[in-house]
């Protein structure tokens, strides 16, 4: 059974920082892309970040670039997720995710194009 589980949420004051880790178990994605989303409460679930299978290229929102950081332990079968700078508008729930299919880099945007998903795990910052 492939299982993505995210840790590493909680509560953090406005300039503070937090780190997400996903590990992923029940087989490997080193040969491919993974990705953060996020869904705030009563809006949709959007892109945050995305790595591809080597961690030699990333991606990024725009409203995270220069303050986030993704990365990859393909040996640990884990993602990772270095937020600095927290605003109080990057309170939501993060989920981790990963592609089972090789797919171009533009698909990484899409959340339609990851096929395991975590739970997910709140993020909350006061202002």
């Known amino acids: 059974q492939v299982q993505l589980v995210e840790s590493g949420g909680g509560l953090v004051q406005a300039g503070g920082s937090l780190r997400l880790s996903c590990a992923a178990s029940?087989?490997?994605?080193?040969?491919?892309?993974m990705g953060w989303f996020r869904q705030a409460p009563g809006k949709e679930r959007e892109f945050v970040a995305a790595?591809?299978?080597?961690?030699?290229?990333?991606y990024y929102a725009d409203s995270v670039k220069g303050r986030f950081t993704i990365s990859r332990d393909n040996a640990k079968n884990t993602m990772y997720l270095q937020m600095n700078s927290l605003k109080p508008e990057d309170t939501a729930v993060y989920y981790c995710?990963?592609?089972?299919?090789?797919?171009?880099?533009?698909?990484?945007?899409?959340?339609?194009?990851?096929?395991?998903w975590g739970q997910g795990t709140q993020v909350t910052v006061s202002s």
């Open positions: 995710a990963a592609q089972s299919t090789t797919y171009y880099s533009r698909t990484y945007y899409q959340e339609r194009f990851y096929d395991y």
């Open positions: 029940g087989r490997t994605f080193s040969r491919n892309a």
């Open positions: 790595i591809n299978w080597s961690g030699g290229s990333t």
